[in-house]
C-alpha cells in the first residue's frame, strides 16, 4: 500500500511539473515564432532589403523587412542577420518593438558622456524588447561601446558599432519602409 502511494505522488508530481514546463517554454515564444508557428492556415513571407548596419569588427550586417501574412493576419518585423562561422544569429524585431527602441534611443544617447565621466571600471547601459533583443552600449577604460545583442540565446550574436548615428539611420529606415508597405 505504501509503494502505491508512493508512486501516485510521484506520478501526479510529474504530471504538475511537466505542466509548468510546457507553459514556460509557451512563454518564451517571440512574436515572430507565434506567427510561424500557426497551423492549418498557409503562411506567405516577402521580405524587402534595406541597408545593412556596418559592425565594428564584422564588416556589414544585412538587414531587412519581413511582411508576415497568415490567413487574414499580417505583420511586419525588421530583421537584423549576422552572419557566423558555423550559423546565423537573426533579430526579428515586430513594428511596435521598433518603434519602442527608437524612442528608448534618445535617454541612451542623453546619458553616454555622463556615463564616461563617471569613469567606472565597466557600465552598462540597455534597452531590451520583450523578445530579448537588446541594444545598448558598455563604458569600459573611458570608452563607450555600443552593441545589438540580436538573440536572447546562444553565442556570436552579438555586434558592435561605431557609433549611434549608423543604427538610428537604419532603424529610421525601418520604420519608414513598414509604414510605407502597411499602405499599400
Same mark, same amino acid.
Given at each position: *500500500?505504501?509503494?502505491?502511494?508512493?508512486? *501516485?505522488?510521484?506520478?501526479?508530481?510529474?504530471?504538475?511539473?511537466?505542466?509548468?514546463?510546457?507553459? @514556460?517554454? &509557451?512563454?518564451?515564444?517571440?512574436?515572430?515564432?507565434?506567427?510561424?508557428?500557426?497551423?492549418?492556415?498557409?503562411?506567405?513571407?516577402?521580405? /524587402?532589403?534595406?541597408?545593412?548596419?556596418?559592425?565594428?569588427? $564584422?564588416?556589414?550586417?544585412?538587414?531587412?523587412?519581413?511582411?508576415?501574412?497568415?490567413?487574414?493576419?499580417?505583420?511586419?518585423?525588421?530583421?537584423? +542577420?549576422?552572419?557566423?562561422? /558555423?550559423?546565423?544569429?537573426?533579430?526579428?524585431?515586430?513594428?511596435?518593438?521598433?518603434? &519602442?527602441?527608437?524612442? !528608448?534611443?534618445?535617454?541612451?544617447?542623453? @546619458?553616454?558622456?555622463? $556615463?564616461?565621466?563617471?569613469?567606472?571600471?565597466?557600465? +552598462?547601459?540597455?534597452?531590451?524588447?520583450?523578445?530579448?533583443?537588446?541594444?545598448? /552600449?558598455?563604458?569600459?577604460?573611458?570608452?563607450?561601446?555600443?552593441? *545589438?545583442?540580436?538573440?536572447?540565446?546562444?553565442? $556570436?550574436?552579438?555586434?558592435?558599432?561605431?557609433?549611434? +548615428?549608423?543604427?538610428?539611420?537604419?532603424?529610421? +529606415? !525601418?520604420?519608414?519602409?513598414? &509604414? &510605407?508597405?502597411?499602405?499599400?
Amino acid at each position: *500500500m505504501k509503494n502505491y502511494i508512493t508512486i *501516485m505522488l510521484f506520478l501526479v508530481t510529474s504530471i504538475v511539473f511537466s505542466q509548468d514546463t510546457n507553459k @514556460e517554454a &509557451e512563454k518564451e515564444k517571440t512574436k515572430i515564432d507565434a506567427f510561424y508557428s500557426k497551423t492549418g492556415s498557409i503562411i506567405k513571407f516577402t521580405d /524587402y532589403k534595406i541597408t545593412g548596419i556596418k559592425s565594428l569588427y $564584422d564588416g556589414l550586417t544585412e538587414t531587412r523587412i519581413r511582411k508576415i501574412k497568415s490567413g487574414t493576419l499580417v505583420s511586419y518585423f525588421f530583421q537584423i +542577420e549576422k552572419k557566423g562561422k /558555423y550559423s546565423n544569429a537573426v533579430a526579428s524585431i515586430e513594428y511596435s518593438d521598433l518603434l &519602442e527602441i527608437i524612442k !528608448a534611443l534618445s535617454p541612451l544617447k542623453s @546619458e553616454i558622456e555622463k $556615463d564616461i565621466a563617471s569613469n567606472p571600471e565597466y557600465l +552598462e547601459n540597455k534597452f531590451t524588447t520583450v523578445d530579448g533583443f537588446k541594444i545598448g /552600449y558598455y563604458v569600459s577604460k573611458g570608452k563607450a561601446t555600443w552593441y *545589438m545583442k540580436l538573440e536572447k540565446y546562444g553565442s $556570436d550574436n552579438t555586434i558592435y558599432i561605431e557609433n549611434i +548615428e549608423t543604427i538610428e539611420k537604419t532603424f529610421e +529606415e !525601418a520604420k519608414n519602409k513598414i &509604414e &510605407e508597405l502597411k499602405t499599400k
